[in-house]
């Protein structure tokens, strides 16, 4: 019943913005009047609960979000025995398909689930997020990018692995997994199972509520005000209709047509990326040494004007961890669909996605940005995407048109990935109340978000969908830590097996 309740209270909340927003774009004044209020609506709540989730803890000086983030990373690093580093080679070994048996139950192989969760992390945080970064806390950042990275591949191992151990097959035979499950289903094995019930539930709609803001209307929007700086005369309504479009396409086919698309789309838009910095980079080889320089000197002794040492370490803290999203446990969904029979293997494959997405994709961008100078340039700097662009256009004038392509492609993979995150939390809670429909009602409302999403100017809504996003932290770390003795069991079981020689090879 409770259950019923709260999902119907999300579904109604989200069915109501949908309404009034298409009811305000048909009457003129009445569309920035509405804007308006559902700004100030949302600001209110964002004003209560944004003290509680950024709460500085005493002493420490940390926000309550991150100190929690850091310390699963940690935590589990040390319990497992710093397996983000023992089991790394093998990692790419499962990558390759070494491990692939056919026969495995599951929906899609390791490198699909791997490009598909990494689709829903490569975005515009890698590309403006990181040129935030360096803008307020300066280029000592880009070290503490690196450290919390590390650390944050053993949650992603961590949420993975339990995300296939409690995984289970829906009545359309396709498989349901990621924290709101293990999460109910691990607290069943104790006296407090209404425990994990409510976290599960919290869980589900704190991510739908993320999917249709940060992972759907955020991209929308960024991804139309990109190419209206480039095309003034762009229509937001065709860019709207075309992502949709493209969006739609994609969705109809679930996790398998996600899984195909990613796993090409993906490495493409990554090398494309990687590719054209590096160019600027090497032409700017002569600041290279410089560069780093000044990554390890001020990431401990910073320059004034970026605070004390303490302040630039928070920065890459929470930009890393905003990034790669290790401990949201998000990326356990779309790992919970992978053919295996070995949980943990699927962890190892999940552990690299912070290596390709923070070690790799945000440092390349960093990177560019401190050879060029792009940072101390007044013009753009703390600018985010517009220093990007700047950096790019120091290797010519279609350099930029290059960064275009490159952020219109990261923003409609994310929105095709957390449509599945959305999905599989929307199933969660109506499996059993109106089963596959409950999937087929949500990507109709994700698809015309994504049309509403470049219209619309509703700036606290997307600031509520990041503390949700946020937010699903909190019931993930803390429940996989009270049950890390059971990872524990099953990593050191696998170990075994894998160090004897036992592990079948297939390719």
């Not at 503490?144 to 990275?149: C, P, S, Y």
């Not at 503390?467 to 770390?477: E, K, Q, T, W």
């Amino acid at each position: 019943m409770i259950k019923i309740a709260m999902s119907r209270a999300m579904m109604g909340l989200i069915f109501s913005i949908i309404g009034l927003s298409t009811y305000a774009q048909d009457y003129g004044q009445t569309e920035v009047d509405l804007q308006e209020r559902i700004n100030e609506f949302f600001g209110i709540i964002n004003g209560k609960y944004y003290p509680f989730l950024f709460w500085e803890i005493p002493f420490i000086e940390m926000p309550l979000i991150l100190f929690v983030m850091v310390f699963g990373g940690l935590f589990f690093t040390i319990r497992m025995g710093f397996i983000n580093v023992r089991l790394f080679k093998h990692a790419i070994d499962v990558i390759r398909g070494k491990y692939d048996n056919p026969e495995d139950e599951g929906d899609i192989t390791h490198f699909q689930a791997l490009t598909s969760a990494l689709s829903a992390t490569v975005g515009l945080g890698n590309i403006a997020g990181v040129a935030l970064a360096i803008g307020k806390g300066g280029p000592g950042v880009v070290l503490w990018l690196w450290i919390i990275a590390f650390f944050g591949m053993s949650m992603k191992f961590a949420s993975s692995t339990f995300g296939q151990m409690f995984k289970h097959k829906t009545s359309s035979g396709d498989m349901l997994g990621g924290p709101m499950v293990y999460l109910t289903q691990m607290f069943k094995l104790t006296k407090v199972a209404w425990i994990g019930k409510f976290l599960g539930i919290f869980y589900a709609i704190m991510t739908i509520g993320a999917s249709f803001g940060g992972g759907n209307l955020f991209q929308a929007n960024q991804t139309f005000k990109i190419i209206a700086d480039q095309h003034p005369d762009a229509s937001p309504w065709v860019v709207g209709i075309v992502l949709a479009f493209l969006a739609g396409v994609v969705l109809v086919g679930g996790i398998k047509k996600i899984g195909n698309v990613t796993s090409k789309l993906v490495p493409i838009m990554c090398a494309f990326y990687v590719f054209t910095c590096l160019a600027i980079i090497l032409s700017n080889y002569q600041n290279i040494p410089h560069m780093f320089s000044m990554i390890f000197r001020e990431a401990m002794t910073p320059d004034a004007a970026f605070g004390g040492a303490f302040a630039v370490m928070l920065v890459g803290i929470q930009r890393a961890s905003f990034s790669n999203e290790a401990g949201l446990g998000s990326a356990a969904i779309a790992h919970s669909a992978a053919k295996t029979s070995e949980p943990v293997r699927e962890g190892v494959v999940a552990m690299v996605g912070p290596v390709i997405d923070t070690h790799i994709v945000c440092t390349i961008t960093a990177l560019t940005l401190l050879v060029t100078g792009a940072y101390e340039n007044p013009a753009v700097a703390g600018k985010g995407v517009e220093m990007t662009a700047y950096a790019f256009s120091t290797l010519g004038d279609w350099a930029p048109y290059c960064l275009l392509m490159a952020i219109c492609v990261f923003a409609y993979s994310t929105v095709i990935s957390w449509s599945y995150y959305g999905e599989r939390a929307t199933l969660f809670l109506f499996e059993k109340w109106i089963g596959f429909k409950s999937v087929k009602m949500y990507r109709l409302c994700y698809v015309f978000i994504i049309i509403l999403g470049p219209v619309l100017k509703i700036g606290h809504v997307l600031d509520f969908a990041d503390l949700m996003l946020l937010s699903i932290a909190f019931p993930n770390i803390i429940g996989m830590i009270c049950f890390s003795n059971l990872l524990k069991a099953k990593v050191n079981d696998y170990l075994a097996r894998f160090n004897s020689g036992q592990m079948k090879t297939y390719n």
